[in-house]
């Protein structure tokens, strides 16, 4: 198909929820990717920040060579070698004594969600209420809209399941006066991505640790996009020395295969019995060999320091390029996941870069979110402010 069919088509017959740009791409390469009519782009969105390891990375695509000349799927009611494998990787490399497998974040936040249920029943007298943060992002099923501490992506799919509070993001002492006799966890992101990439003070999770610890809460941390070293740090809350009590993964796991998980500790996991929950397609075969050849990659190699490395010089340069800009007010970030709040709004400035061929976001109607693959190098990072540089200098005066 060209690429006009390839747009035509998908408005005349898929659901129009997604603002989808103009854009059909059908190859990529590390950092890059192409049309349908061979222009290319920089791809510092990671396709949803999926694309952990660039796309089509070498290891990911062998192992699932190998695994599709295998097996591409083992219902879970039989073993599965590379979900095993998998599950035995995750833990051995964190806190968790237990995966549970799923297909996206928000299917992992909604496990994340019964499981403290279910630890309350068993563990709590009954207690099932969570507090959340405004501003963060858990998911689109009903129980991780109620979770998500942002009206305006809750209006209109009321009503919610009830036994959800939002307190302030990065302000522990009003989170420790909102917890009631029914609070059973807490669930909070480690950088708020959706909610305009916001980076809390260091000590945040390490003091919501301690009120956890005071209150017999349990300490649940969506890393679905912090994680999987999108910070510089295979999980993002290593940075703060915290061990919690549930994680979330999933977008980068995969290297761009579809892949969600939820971890905890023993002590949490064992409140859910045979048949408290499950998944079809969680564990798939393909999927697992994909996440082993990602984690592997991120364990042994100079992933995770080149994000750490390049992330700042993103973050240095973008200060240097655009800092002055008075439309622009804040440079801000972690690793490789950067945002760079306007004083304007942002669509306008990611429609010119996209014109110009570098792929970003916007997110809180005024943050341009920056998060290339985590093998994106100085040179395509320097290449990247330009093309953010000109598109800026382009952009009318308010």
């Avoid at 909102?178 to 708020?192: D, F, H, S």
């Avoid at 993103?314 to 390029?321: A, E, M, T, V």
């Amino acid at each position: 198909m060209t690429h006009s069919d390839i747009v035509e088509r998908s408005d005349r017959y898929l659901f129009a929820v997604y603002r989808r740009a103009p854009v059909a791409l059908v190859q990529g390469r590390g950092c890059r990717v192409w049309d349908a009519d061979g222009k290319p782009y920089l791809d510092f969105f990671a396709s949803t920040i999926v694309a952990s390891l660039g796309h089509c990375h070498p290891r990911v695509v062998e192992a699932l060579r190998v695994q599709s000349e295998k097996i591409l799927h083992v219902s879970n009611l039989h073993y599965s070698e590379p979900a095993a494998r998998l599950a035995e990787l995750l833990c051995r490399n964190s806190f968790a004594d237990r995966v549970f497998f799923c297909n996206s974040g928000a299917e992992a936040n909604e496990a994340a969600i019964k499981l403290a249920r279910a630890y309350g029943r068993a563990e709590r007298g009954g207690r099932y209420e969570i507090l959340t943060a405004t501003g963060s992002f858990h998911g689109r099923t009903l129980a991780t809209l109620a979770a998500t501490g942002q009206e305006k992506v809750r209006a209109g799919f009321e009503p919610l399941p009830d036994g959800f509070r939002y307190v302030p993001y990065d302000r522990p002492e009003l989170l420790e006066e909102a917890i009631g006799e029914r609070t059973v966890a807490v669930l909070l992101e480690p950088v708020q991505g959706e909610g305009g990439v916001v980076v809390p003070r260091p000590d945040y999770l390490g003091r919501v640790r301690e009120i956890c610890d005071r209150h017999g809460l349990l300490l649940m941390l969506d890393e679905v996009q912090t994680g999987m070293g999108r910070l510089g740090h295979l999980f993002g809350h290593e940075m703060a020395g915290v061990r919690p009590d549930v994680v979330t993964l999933a977008k980068g796991l995969g290297g761009g295969v579809p892949i969600g998980a939820m971890l905890a500790t023993e002590k949490v996991a064992r409140a859910w019995l045979p048949g408290a929950h499950g998944s079809t397609f969680g564990g798939n075969a393909l999927a697992c060999a994909a996440a082993c050849a990602v984690v592997e990659e991120l364990l042994g190699g100079e992933v995770l320091e080149n994000c750490r490395r390049v992330g700042e010089d993103l973050r240095n340069l973008l200060g240097d390029r655009i800092g002055g800009d008075p439309r622009v007010r804040e440079i801000r970030g972690a690793g490789l996941l950067v945002g760079v709040e306007l004083t304007v709004p942002g669509d306008g400035l990611v429609e010119s870069c996209r014109r110009l061929g570098l792929l970003l976001n916007c997110t809180a109607e005024k943050v341009l979110r920056l998060c290339p693959p985590l093998v994106v190098s100085r040179e395509e990072v320097e290449e990247a402010v330009e093309i953010l540089a000109r598109a800026l200098a382009e952009l009318e005066e308010p």
